[in-house]
């Protein structure tokens, strides 16, 4: 840690050493973690949220002509926002009890508190967390991924329309009908979908609506939340990893923490 300068607050009240002992207790890691947490789950599932419900209205307008044939992708984009309601209150309440492990097995904490002693049921429950935090992300690594799809589609999609539009300066404008666009390649439709599919100048009109910009940046949101929280939990085994190891340490050694 770096030296701490005193502060002419602390100094004038007499409680210098107090105020040390307290900005040493702090697990700084696991806070960056927390904050970091919250910051990519918020926009994951703010992003994420209002992202499906544009897609449901840009998909039913522009791919697909018969209800029936986004009846799937209807029925995902409804349960999988009632799975983000889901995953922030649990990251939420998880990224306290991550905190608080953090506060726990901090060696700030041990060389603040000497009567504080590691004990076997601490070392398993930080041992818990490792584990739990570990595979958490992993399945959010997945989760990350997926997130990609829909960026990949859209970053297509505006190359595509940059496509037609050059095309359509060039002596080539005959040929920007074979640009096109398919929302069946990424999984949005099935494949006997109808159109499902738009190309030439219908693709370039798209891509010139509100609706198409405003899809694509939440989408972008969703994916850096995504990204954040990936992160964050990196960050999170990274602590608890060490913080253990600290703990196991001391309790082979029999010293009192």
Request: charged share 10%; proline share 3%.
């Amino acid at each position: 840690m770096f030296p701490v300068k005193q502060p002419w607050l602390c100094k004038a009240l007499g409680c210098y050493d107090c105020c040390i002992r307290c900005l040493g207790a702090v697990p700084y890691t696991s806070l960056l973690a927390t904050l970091l947490c919250y910051t990519g789950v918020a926009l994951f599932c703010g992003g994420g949220h209002e992202a499906l419900t544009h897609t449901h209205t840009f998909v039913e307008l522009y791919f697909a002509r018969d209800v029936q044939d986004f009846t799937v992708l209807a029925d995902f984009i409804k349960y999988f926002q009632y799975v983000i309601y889901g995953l922030a209150s649990f990251f939420f309440l998880y990224g306290l009890l991550l905190l608080a492990e953090g506060f726990y097995t901090t060696s700030a904490v041990k060389q603040t508190f000497g009567e504080f002693r590691s004990t076997k049921f601490g070392r398993c429950f930080s041992l818990t967390f490792i584990i739990l935090t570990y595979v958490l992300a992993v399945i959010w690594l997945v989760v990350f991924g997926f997130t990609a799809i829909p960026v990949l589609f859209f970053i297509n999609m505006k190359s595509s329309c940059h496509k037609v539009n050059i095309l359509s300066e060039t002596t080539l404008f005959n040929q920007q009908s074979r640009v096109c666009m398919d929302a069946r390649m990424y999984g949005f439709l099935p494949w006997n979908a109808v159109p499902g599919i738009v190309c030439g100048n219908t693709l370039a009109n798209i891509c010139k609506t509100p609706e198409f910009y405003v899809t694509y940046d939440l989408y972008i949101c969703a994916f850096a939340g995504a990204g954040i929280t990936l992160l964050a939990l990196f960050i999170y085994v990274v602590a608890t990893t060490y913080n253990y190891a600290v703990l196991r340490f001391l309790g082979r050694k029999g010293i009192r923490c």
